[in-house]
């Protein structure tokens, strides 16, 4: 019996599941999802108060279609063999799906263990503990990236929060577009901006900049830069500056092995690579882990075709703003910016316990916002 092996529980890897579960149809075709923990994390939302919001059961959308989830954590990935080592055990593999994510790059500075992140739920849940119950505090945000701004201006109704980014604007890879309803939200909310500078030490009562400023706080909070996850290297293909595999139009990083998410470098369109985000991991996986079920089965494969690019970014208190294009026009903020991302927020949620909706949602890999 043939088997594919998707390696990840996030986005993607979920995801691609479902799309290989919907190619096999009643196929004898085993599909195994890897991946150490019982939850799908909904990573776009661990920027939230309430982390344990941001959490789906793996086994009620695997479960309902046929595929099976082996919670361990991958180690090793032979590509000659056609094995992958997870907990100790070797497991074969016809066609693998890697789908392991990205991971926040944690700096090498004095005081680093001192630091809260939003990257994983025990980070998130490690940050809410830390602040329940308490107003009034200094919180220092370090990244003013997507992550860095949510995280920011999530924090602003309750404390004093500053804001440092490396770069001399905010939002500096989001362009100028989406800048000003940026800054004019950090100026509603009152969150203070350090540019041009970084943390390069962090006690537990202090964190110092690079400008020499001294900032009393216990709550440092690092959002700056993602890689994706160290397995790629353990792939003989070529990777990307963030790490990811170069994949091809079905996803395909080699005969045997697909790639998808945040590990995967796919063509938007001739001047674009997609972006390491949900909304370009959810339909990479539907394509990938299709695929990878087809090609055993002598089905013709899908291509990968992008969503119109989108950006939607929260901003607290002061609303949300929703941009389309990779220029980021912004088309709606403020409060109606705020209704459309949580919308969105809604909409990542997969469904549960009902295999014709998962099957039917795995078939929708290529979308239009009716925005």
Same mark, same amino acid.
């Given at each position: 019996?043939?088997?594919?092996?998707?390696?990840?529980?996030?986005?993607? #890897?979920?995801? @691609?599941?479902?799309?290989?579960?919907?190619?096999?149809?009643?196929?004898?075709?085993?599909?195994?999802?890897?991946?150490?923990?019982?939850?799908?994390?909904?990573?776009?939302?661990?920027?939230?108060?309430?982390?344990?919001?941001?959490?789906?059961?793996?086994?009620?959308?695997?479960?309902?279609?046929? $595929?099976?989830?082996?919670?361990?954590?991958?180690?090793?990935?032979?590509?000659?063999?056609?094995?992958?080592?997870?907990? #100790?055990?070797?497991?074969?593999?016809?066609? /693998?799906? /890697?789908?392991?994510?990205?991971?926040?790059?944690?700096?090498?500075?004095?005081?680093?263990?001192?630091?809260?992140?939003?990257?994983?739920?025990?980070?998130?849940?490690?940050?809410? *503990?830390? /602040?329940? #119950?308490?107003?009034?505090?200094? +919180?220092?945000?370090?990244?003013?990236?997507? *992550?860095?701004?949510?995280? !920011?201006?999530?924090? +602003? @109704?309750?404390?004093?929060? $500053?804001?440092?980014?490396?770069?001399?604007?905010?939002?500096?890879? /989001?362009?100028?577009?989406?800048?000003?309803?940026?800054?004019?939200?950090?100026?509603?909310?009152?969150?203070?901006?350090?540019?041009? *500078?970084?943390?390069?030490?962090?006690?537990?009562?202090?964190?110092?900049?690079?400008?020499?400023?001294?900032?009393?706080?216990?709550?440092?909070?690092?959002?700056?830069?993602?890689?994706? @996850?160290?397995?790629?290297?353990?792939?003989?293909?070529?990777?990307?500056?963030?790490?990811?595999?170069?994949?091809?139009?079905?996803?395909?990083?080699?005969?045997?092995?697909?790639?998808?998410?945040?590990?995967?470098? !796919?063509?938007?369109?001739?001047?674009?690579?997609?972006?390491?985000?949900?909304?370009?991991?959810?339909?990479?996986?539907?394509?990938?882990?299709?695929?990878?079920?087809?090609?055993?089965?002598?089905?013709?494969?899908?291509?990968?075709?992008?969503?119109?690019?989108?950006?939607?970014?929260?901003?607290?208190?002061? #609303?949300?703003?929703?941009?389309?294009?990779?220029?980021?026009?912004?088309? +709606? @903020?403020?409060?109606?910016?705020?209704?459309?991302?949580?919308?969105?927020?809604?909409?990542?949620?997969?469904?549960?316990?009902? *295999?014709?909706?998962?099957?039917?949602?795995?078939?929708?890999?290529?979308?239009?916002?009716?925005?």
């Amino acid at each position: 019996m043939s088997h594919i092996v998707i390696v990840g529980g996030g986005f993607a #890897g979920v995801w @691609s599941a479902a799309g290989a579960a919907r190619a096999r149809g009643e196929e004898a075709t085993r599909i195994t999802l890897v991946a150490p923990n019982e939850h799908l994390v909904l990573r776009p939302r661990l920027y939230e108060a309430d982390p344990e919001q941001a959490k789906v059961e793996l086994g009620r959308i695997l479960g309902p279609i046929g $595929v099976t989830h082996l919670r361990a954590t991958v180690t090793a990935v032979d590509t000659a063999a056609r094995t992958v080592t997870a907990g #100790g055990e070797v497991i074969g593999y016809d066609r /693998l799906v /890697l789908a392991t994510g990205s991971r926040l790059v944690r700096p090498d500075l004095p005081g680093a263990e001192h630091l809260f992140d939003v990257d994983t739920l025990e980070g998130a849940r490690r940050l809410a *503990a830390h /602040l329940r #119950g308490r107003e009034g505090f200094t +919180a220092v945000v370090v990244g003013a990236g997507f *992550a860095g701004i949510e995280v !920011a201006t999530e924090l +602003a @109704s309750r404390g004093r929060v $500053v804001l440092v980014e490396r770069a001399e604007v905010v939002g500096p890879d /989001l362009g100028p577009g989406p800048r000003p309803d940026i800054e004019a939200a950090l100026d509603e909310l009152g969150v203070e901006r350090r540019l041009g *500078a970084t943390v390069t030490e962090v006690g537990q009562k202090h964190a110092r900049l690079s400008t020499g400023e001294l900032i009393e706080t216990d709550t440092v909070i690092w959002t700056a830069g993602i890689r994706a @996850s160290e397995l790629t290297t353990q792939v003989p293909a070529a990777r990307d500056e963030l790490g990811r595999l170069e994949v091809d139009r079905f996803l395909r990083v080699d005969g045997a092995v697909f790639a998808a998410g945040d590990t995967a470098a !796919a063509r938007y369109d001739a001047d674009h690579y997609v972006m390491q985000s949900c909304q370009h991991a959810v339909p990479l996986g539907m394509v990938a882990g299709y695929n990878a079920s087809a090609e055993l089965l002598g089905l013709p494969m899908r291509e990968f075709v992008a969503g119109p690019y989108v950006t939607c970014l929260d901003l607290g208190a002061a #609303g949300a703003l929703f941009a389309r294009g990779w220029d980021r026009a912004v088309v +709606a @903020s403020g409060a109606k910016g705020k209704e459309i991302k949580q919308w969105i927020m809604r909409l990542i949620h997969p469904p549960v316990d009902d *295999a014709a909706a998962i099957m039917g949602a795995a078939d929708h890999y290529t979308f239009d916002l009716p925005f």
